[in-house]
Every structure is written in C-alpha cells, then in structure tokens.
C-alpha cells in the first residue's frame, strides 16, 4: 500500500465491515478522508495522499509511529538515539537536528493536537480509527504551517450507541541470540452515559527484551563507566492510556476532550559501530570519509597518505595519537564482532538509561451555526520529558557518551470556520501556538573514561520560547460543473525567544546529566571572559495555494497546482568541542518551499481498481539543512531543489484478493553546502535520509472458512541507499534494501487470530547513523530488528 491507498469511513471501520460484508478483505473499503476539513471521497481529493483506517493498520501489523514510513513510498524516517528519536522524511524534505528544540518540516497531529517537540513523534500506535499522509506544503486549512507535508492520527472516538471493546495481545521471538522476546497488548471499551454522553477508555503496554546482545568487557579499554555497564540494548517498555469523553446535547454540538499519558522505559540506544577514516586535503581540510579496510592502521589518511593522525578529545586539532591498535579498528582496537549482526560490546550502556513521559490533554468542540456554516474549536495542551543516551564510540573504549534531554510544554488554540454554497466550498480559521522548551545536551566523560579530568559532562543548556500568530482560509470555487479553482493563504507572525549557554559540569553519575553549578565556557568569548548567548527575533512570513481541479468524468480527476509552503527560522545550540561556531551561525533564517504539481486519479469503471499518480518540482530556498561534523552539528541555509513522481495501483480483481503497487523517485540536490560549519570547501549533495526511490508491494488474499475468513498476505518494500550525513562522504551511507513481512489469520464477527512475520529474509536494513571518524577512528549506526515470529488474538466485544 501506498499514495491514495484505501481507508475506511472516518468515525469507525464500518466502511471496511460493510464491504467485507460484500467480498472485500480488510484492506478494501470506503475511501474517505478529511484531509480538506470535510469528508471526502480520497479519489476526488487534488492532494496526493495516503490514509490507512485502523483495521488496515492492524492487518499490516504496525504498532508504532515509525512503522508507517515503511508502508509509504516517498515517507523515510529520520532522527537520532538509534530510532529511539524518529521523525518524518516526506519527498526528501528533513530536518535532522537531534536536539528537541527544533521543530520538524513535517507536521504531526494527534487528533488535531499539533506535535511541535521531535522526540513525541515517536510513539505507540493503539485504538486508532485512521491515518492520513499529506505530501507537500500544508497550512492553507489548519494547524501549523509545514513545508515538507503532515502527518495526522486519528483516534477511536466514543459513541452513544452501545457498549463495546476490545483485547488485543501478541508475543513474538526475535531471530537473536537467546532469542528474545516482545510482547503487546491493548484494549479499549466504549461506555455509554445516558443519551448524551459516552466516554472511552483505551490502554496499550509493548514489552519488549533487548535484542542487541552486548559482550563487553570484551575489548574493554579504561575503566568501567558506573555498575551495570554493558546492558544489553534494542529494548522497549512503553505504558500508555487515552481517555475521551463525547457530549453531544443535540444535533448541532458534539464536543470531545481527551486525555492521554505515556510513559517509555530504555535501555541506552542501540548503536554499533564500523571502523571509519577521514581523509584530508593538503590544506588539512577534510573531504571525505572511507570505510577502513581490514589491514588499515592509520588514524587518518593525509594529502600526501601518511598518517594524518586523531582528534578523540574534540578539539578540532589533529595529530597524535597516531594509527590504531589492531588494524582494521577503531581507536581503541575494537572491532565489531559480527558487522551489522545483533552482537557488540560497549561500555556506556546501562539497562533502563532513557526515560520518556509525555502527557496532554485535547478539547474539540464542532457546533453547526446554520445548515450551511459550521464552527470548530481545538484547544491541546501536551507536556513532553525525555533523557537519553548513546555510547559516543558504540564501542567498549571507555571515552565519552552522549546524551539529550528536553523539558517542554506546547499549547495551540484554533478557531475554524467553514461552509457552502452551491458555488463554494470555504473554511478560514486562526490559530495560536505557544512552545517553551529547555534542553541539555552533550558529552559526558564518565567514570573511568580515558580522557584527563573525568568524570565530567560538557554540554549546551539552550531554552527557547515561541509565540506563533496565524490566519489562514482556502476557497474552493466551482466554477463550472466539472472545474474547481481552490485558493488559500495563511499570514504567519514568528515571535521567539533564545537563551542558551555552553558549560562544564562535575557530574559524576552516568544516569544523570548537568548535576551542579556549571562553568560557562561560551559560546560568545568576550572581554570578561565566556558567556552565554541571547537574542530575540520576529518574523511576519506567508503561504498559499493555487490549484485547479478537473473532474473529467466522475471515475477521473487531474489536478495542477502551485502551493507555498513557508516555516519560520529559529537557532542552533551546538554543543562545545572542536572547531568553534562563529556567533553569526547561531540564528538561520526560514525556508521557503515553492511546490510545482500535477496529479491524476482514476478509478475504472468496474470499481475494482484504482490508479493514481502525481509529478511535483520543488524549489528550495534557504532549506534548513542539518549539518553534523566532529561530533554535533547545526542547521544551516542552502537553496535546493527536487524533482520526482510517485504512482500506485490498488485492485481487488477477485473476492477476496487484493493487490497494491506502489513506487516514487525523486532528484534532490541541496546546493553549495559547506562540509563545516563556516569551512572553505562547498559541495552541492542529496539530503541525508532521503532515498531516491522506494516501492512496496502488498498482496492479500481472504476466504471463507472454519466458521469464519482465513487470510493470507504478504509485503515487500524496497529502499534505495541513502545518506545519513549531509556531507555524503562515502562511508556515510546505508544500503539499498528490500524488507519483506508475511502473516496468516483467521476471524469472525468476535474474534481474530494470526501469525505473522516481520523481516522474513532477517536483512539488516539501516536505521540511522553519525559519522566519527575523527572522534573514535568509526561511525555509530544502527539497524532495525532482525526477524520477529509473532503470534496474536484480538477478542471484539
């Protein structure tokens, strides 16, 4: 499944149950969204978009945020804290900056409620009505302005017919040593109160063992970096609930407030590493990093091929030490046992290291003011918390771990109108958005570790304020019978406020982070010594949208439009060590993404099959580009521009049989990007986690038997090789893949059974990745699970 793929009716899948009723399977049904603020046949919508009901999400096996871009062609994830921090990459548009205070280019919504922190895009996915995937520049309808596109979950709402629920449990093994095992399970009932009231309570658990097997102190060099060093890693243990409660006094009100927590458990994230080395040119600039071959015992490769020596202290100097004690290893003599396999030995590894707990609360009130004119109102509030840390070197050399922490609270107001005539479908709205957000993060030489003075943290402590003002409004006018002309625009006005400074730190814990009073080391070096940095800006930016749709025939719709997407500029907070960062790359400015596209959709005559296909350009100004060297990194402005298309093919030529095709590819350049911070040497490359082409492929088959359905499917997608570093060195890519998953179930009307397999041939597709050569003589990457055997049942009530 793919762009434009089947979703069912918004409120409930009792779309999908009423096809089924007609031979369809689970992935067939009522194609409706409410991707334009009304509800709509997904064939008549000019967006190229994706929606998935939750039935369709439970047939595909996906439990978690992250899942999803697996599915969607032209939707790549990425993050940091090796997948434990994710975030959307849609038609190439990213934003990699690991620290929380940024937000992403691609929006995020739970049900309504803007996600602006980064690390709450990953979450657990339980008692989910639908999913839609909106590519390119939003914010002409609602919400927060995004450049890249949205993504927007939908919650199982309560209603006042009936009591009704669910159980759900699974358990799997992974194909690992001492084959591990993850279990989960969710459940939710309706409760109706009266005539007017019905509340639902929905709660998920994953409990997942580690499946990284760690073997230190294998290779151990230094001392220990705290008791319980060496955990095994790739674990999870999530508890989250949702309460939601609807009253509805007539016919022309409905108002819902939820209430949701989560509360995530981690062991440090699960990296591992490959032997790296830098080269550099005669003017000591580096331009390129190699995978180290199995003889290599230089630290690094000079103009000239001598050893150009190391800098694992940060300091941005290079020279002694020189070579590697083994060759072919890092700079500790460490070399990875089994390469991407699920065995490593690293030291800075702790069992239950992160700790993640968010919660918020939603109100959305919809009151119908005539026949014609509608009012909608959405308040959210959501606190988000998160710590979490990486072994630096994802090796047993005692060095330096990393860590990231965030404290934030967002609230977001937004008051919507719509309407029609007979002429004109319109909505105008405004919206408000207040995030405060601190966060630490840095470099924590712990216990033990090799470098003079430890234990100690040197990091950054940023806090940064926004204040976000908008009126937006979009006009569909049909002109005439089969013509739809469709304006929108949306002012912005950008207010934030920045504080941060660099310091050091005497903590002595290695759970722990910036415990104590702090030396402030920078960033700004003034006449009275080092302090922090402050400023202040505001910024009045704009979007639209021209389009015009063609209703050919009732089966076929073709779409050409310009769409402006715009998001504000903010700041960097770069953590301290190596070459400085000049004051003036602090502030960056706001991107622009200009959107050139066209699209087609066509279902044939039979109902049967359905074929959709878009082609866009963009052009990039001032793209914020996350640029990571040495060991942090910060966004930077580049102009960039992509080129690309993506087509699928949804049929059901039989009962019971469904077949999805589903490829895209684009052509993106980001032009003249420095490989350092202020360096003299630009270079025009692709945008990190971003791979030209990807296609997947579903095949499902449904029928009746054993008092019930019984099903087959299968999945595959493939990935091209991307770059998870800016510069596209050439050992700073992950490659192509091709990840397949398969399952068999039984169901009737109360219950559903099945067995599933994810990652069937056990490929060891890469997840996300830092370029150290210069650090640690390596790079940190990491990968998904390896194959998983799960066994289910859901139980309807």
């Given at each position: 499944?793919?762009?434009?793929?089947?979703?069912?009716?918004?409120?409930?899948?009792?779309?999908?149950?009423?096809?089924?009723?007609?031979?369809?399977?689970?992935?067939?049904?009522?194609?409706?969204?409410?991707?334009?603020?009304?509800?709509?046949?997904?064939?008549?919508?000019?967006?190229?978009?994706?929606?998935?009901?939750?039935?369709?999400?439970?047939?595909?096996?996906?439990?978690?945020?992250?899942?999803?871009?697996?599915?969607?062609?032209?939707?790549?994830?990425?993050?940091?804290?090796?997948?434990?921090?994710?975030?959307?990459?849609?038609?190439?548009?990213?934003?990699?900056?690991?620290?929380?205070?940024?937000?992403?280019?691609?929006?995020v919504y739970l049900d309504d409620g803007y996600i602006a922190i980064?690390?709450?895009?990953?979450?657990?996915?339980?008692?989910?009505?639908?999913?839609?995937?909106?590519?390119?520049?939003?914010?002409?309808?609602?919400?927060?302005?995004?450049?890249?596109?949205?993504v927007r979950y939908i919650t199982r709402k309560p209603n006042l017919?009936?009591?009704?629920?669910?159980?759900?449990?699974?358990?799997?093994?992974?194909?690992?040593?001492?084959?591990?095992?993850?279990?989960?399970?969710?459940?939710?009932?309706?409760?109706?109160?009266?005539?007017?009231?019905?509340?639902?309570?929905?709660?998920?658990?994953?409990?997942?063992?580690?499946?990284?097997?760690?073997?230190?102190?294998?290779?151990?060099?230094?001392?220990?970096?705290?008791?319980?060093?060496?955990?095994?890693?790739?674990?999870?243990?999530?508890?989250?609930?949702?309460?939601?409660?609807?009253?509805?006094?007539?016919?022309?009100?409905?108002?819902?407030?939820?209430?949701?927590?989560?509360?995530?458990?981690?062991?440090?994230?699960?990296?591992?590493?490959?032997?790296?080395?830098?080269?550099?040119?005669?003017?000591?600039?580096?331009?390129?990093?190699?995978?180290?071959?199995?003889?290599?015992?230089?630290?690094?490769?000079?103009?000239?091929?001598?050893?150009?020596?190391?800098?694992?202290?940060?300091?941005?100097?290079?020279?002694?030490?020189?070579?590697?004690?083994?060759?072919?290893?890092?700079?500790?003599?460490?070399?990875?046992?089994?390469?991407?396999?699920?065995?490593?030995?690293?030291?800075?590894?702790?069992?239950?290291?992160?700790?993640?707990?968010?919660?918020?609360?939603?109100?959305?009130?919809?009151?119908?003011?005539?026949?014609?004119?509608?009012?909608?109102?959405?308040?959210?509030?959501?606190?988000?918390?998160?710590?979490?840390?990486?072994?630096?070197?994802?090796?047993?050399?005692?060095?330096?771990?990393?860590?990231?922490?965030?404290?934030?609270?967002?609230?977001?107001?937004?008051?919507?109108?719509?309407?029609?005539?007979?002429?004109?479908?319109?909505?105008?709205?405004?919206?408000?958005?207040?995030?405060?957000?601190?966060?630490?993060?840095?470099?924590?030489?712990?216990?033990?570790?090799?470098?003079?003075?430890?234990?100690?943290?040197?990091?950054?402590?940023?806090?940064?304020?926004?204040?976000?003002?908008?009126?937006?409004?979009?006009?569909?006018?049909?002109?005439?019978?089969?013509?739809?002309?469709?304006?929108?625009?949306?002012?912005?006005?950008?207010?934030?406020?920045?504080?941060?400074?660099?310091?050091?730190?005497?903590?002595?814990?290695?759970?722990?982070?910036?415990?104590?009073?702090?030396?402030?080391?920078?960033?700004?070096?003034?006449?009275?010594?080092?302090?922090?940095?402050?400023?202040?800006?505001?910024?009045?930016?704009?979007?639209?949208?021209?389009?015009?749709?063609?209703?050919?025939?009732?089966?076929?719709?073709?779409?050409?439009?310009?769409?402006?997407?715009?998001?504000?500029?903010?700041?960097?907070?770069?953590?301290?060590?190596?070459?400085?960062?000049?004051?003036?790359?602090?502030?960056?400015?706001?991107?622009?993404?200009?959107?050139?596209?066209?699209?087609?959709?066509?279902?044939?005559?039979?109902?049967?099959?359905?074929?959709?296909?878009?082609?866009?350009?963009?052009?990039?100004?001032?793209?914020?580009?996350?640029?990571?060297?040495?060991?942090?990194?910060?966004?930077?402005?580049?102009?960039?521009?992509?080129?690309?298309?993506?087509?699928?093919?949804?049929?059901?030529?039989?009962?019971?049989?469904?077949?999805?095709?589903?490829?895209?590819?684009?052509?993106?350049?980001?032009?003249?990007?420095?490989?350092?911070?202020?360096?003299?040497?630009?270079?025009?490359?692709?945008?990190?986690?971003?791979?030209?082409?990807?296609?997947?492929?579903?095949?499902?088959?449904?029928?009746?038997?054993?008092?019930?359905?019984?099903?087959?499917?299968?999945?595959?997608?493939?990935?091209?090789?991307?770059?998870?570093?800016?510069?596209?060195?050439?050992?700073?890519?992950?490659?192509?893949?091709?990840?397949?998953?398969?399952?068999?179930?039984?169901?009737?009307?109360?219950?559903?059974?099945?067995?599933?397999?994810?990652?069937?041939?056990?490929?060891?597709?890469?997840?996300?990745?830092?370029?150290?050569?210069?650090?640690?003589?390596?790079?940190?990457?990491?990968?998904?699970?390896?194959?998983?055997?799960?066994?289910?049942?859901?139980?309807?009530?």
């Amino acid at each position: 499944m793919a762009q434009d793929e089947p979703a069912a009716a918004p409120a409930q899948d009792q779309a999908a149950q009423d096809h089924a009723d007609t031979g369809g399977s689970a992935l067939s049904g009522e194609i409706i969204v409410t991707a334009q603020r009304r509800e709509q046949s997904i064939q008549k919508v000019g967006i190229a978009i994706t929606a998935y009901s939750g039935e369709q999400l439970r047939a595909l096996n996906v439990t978690d945020s992250r899942e999803l871009a697996g599915l969607t062609p032209g939707v790549h994830l990425g993050g940091a804290l090796a997948g434990q921090n994710s975030q959307y990459t849609i038609r190439g548009v990213t934003q990699n900056d690991f620290n929380d205070i940024v937000e992403a280019p691609n929006a995020v919504y739970l049900d309504d409620g803007y996600i602006a922190i980064g690390q709450g895009q990953t979450f657990a996915l339980f008692d989910i009505d639908r999913v839609e995937v909106l590519k390119g520049p939003q914010g002409t309808l609602f919400g927060r302005n995004a450049t890249g596109g949205l993504v927007r979950y939908i919650t199982r709402k309560p209603n006042l017919d009936k009591v009704e629920g669910f159980v759900d449990v699974n358990y799997g093994l992974y194909d690992s040593l001492s084959t591990p095992g993850a279990f989960h399970g969710e459940a939710a009932i309706n409760l109706p109160m009266g005539s007017m009231m019905a509340t639902r309570f929905a709660v998920m658990w994953n409990k997942a063992q580690p499946w990284l097997r760690n073997e230190y102190p294998a290779g151990a060099v230094g001392g220990s970096p705290g008791p319980g060093a060496g955990a095994n890693m790739g674990d999870d243990d999530t508890l989250a609930g949702r309460m939601t409660t609807l009253f509805e006094p007539n016919d022309s009100a409905r108002v819902l407030l939820s209430v949701n927590a989560a509360r995530t458990r981690m062991a440090t994230a699960p990296y591992q590493q490959k032997p790296t080395i830098g080269v550099f040119n005669s003017a000591g600039e580096l331009v390129n990093v190699l995978n180290a071959g199995p003889n290599e015992t230089r630290a690094s490769i000079a103009a000239d091929g001598s050893d150009g020596g190391s800098d694992p202290g940060n300091t941005g100097s290079f020279g002694a030490p020189f070579g590697r004690p083994v060759p072919g290893g890092d700079f500790f003599g460490y070399k990875d046992p089994d390469g991407s396999g699920p065995r490593t030995s690293s030291d800075f590894a702790f069992r239950d290291h992160g700790r993640v707990r968010t919660w918020g609360v939603n109100l959305n009130g919809e009151f119908d003011l005539s026949d014609s004119v509608k009012l909608a109102a959405v308040s959210d509030y959501k606190h988000f918390y998160k710590i979490a840390f990486v072994d630096t070197d994802s090796g047993p050399g005692n060095q330096s771990g990393v860590y990231q922490g965030v404290r934030a609270s967002t609230f977001s107001q937004e008051v919507r109108l719509s309407g029609k005539t007979d002429l004109v479908d319109w909505t105008a709205g405004l919206y408000y958005l207040h995030i405060k957000a601190n966060s630490r993060s840095g470099l924590k030489f712990p216990v033990g570790s090799v470098v003079p003075g430890a234990p100690f943290d040197v990091g950054a402590d940023a806090t940064l304020k926004t204040n976000s003002y908008s009126a937006f409004g979009q006009l569909d006018w049909h002109i005439a019978p089969q013509l739809t002309l469709i304006t929108g625009a949306r002012i912005i006005r950008e207010q934030k406020d920045m504080s941060f400074f660099q310091g050091i730190w005497g903590t002595t814990d290695s759970r722990e982070t910036q415990i104590g009073t702090p030396i402030v080391i920078g960033p700004i070096f003034g006449p009275n010594g080092p302090t922090g940095y402050s400023d202040k800006s505001k910024k009045t930016l704009w979007a639209g949208k021209v389009q015009l749709d063609f209703q050919v025939n009732p089966d076929l719709l073709l779409y050409a439009g310009i769409n402006r997407g715009v998001k504000a500029g903010s700041y960097n907070a770069p953590v301290p060590g190596g070459l400085p960062v000049p004051t003036s790359a602090l502030p960056y400015k706001a991107e622009t993404l200009t959107n050139y596209e066209s699209g087609i959709k066509y279902t044939f005559p039979d109902g049967k099959t359905r074929f959709n296909a878009s082609a866009f350009y963009y052009d990039y100004k001032n793209y914020q580009a996350f640029l990571f060297s040495g060991v942090g990194g910060i966004v930077i402005n580049a102009d960039a521009r992509t080129i690309g298309g993506e087509a699928n093919l949804f049929t059901s030529p039989v009962r019971g049989l469904d077949v999805g095709l589903a490829v895209s590819y684009f052509d993106a350049k980001v032009k003249d990007v420095p490989l350092r911070a202020g360096g003299p040497i630009s270079r025009d490359v692709q945008p990190n986690y971003a791979p030209p082409l990807q296609g997947s492929a579903i095949l499902r088959y449904e029928w009746e038997a054993l008092g019930g359905k019984l099903s087959v499917q299968g999945d595959a997608s493939y990935t091209d090789p991307f770059f998870y570093n800016l510069r596209n060195f050439d050992a700073d890519k992950f490659g192509r893949t091709v990840m397949v998953n398969a399952g068999l179930g039984w169901s009737n009307e109360s219950w559903e059974l099945n067995f599933r397999i994810r990652n069937l041939t056990n490929v060891h597709q890469g997840v996300q990745g830092f370029d150290l050569a210069t650090f640690c003589g390596c790079n940190e990457v990491s990968y998904k699970p390896p194959r998983f055997f799960q066994l289910g049942a859901r139980y309807n009530f």
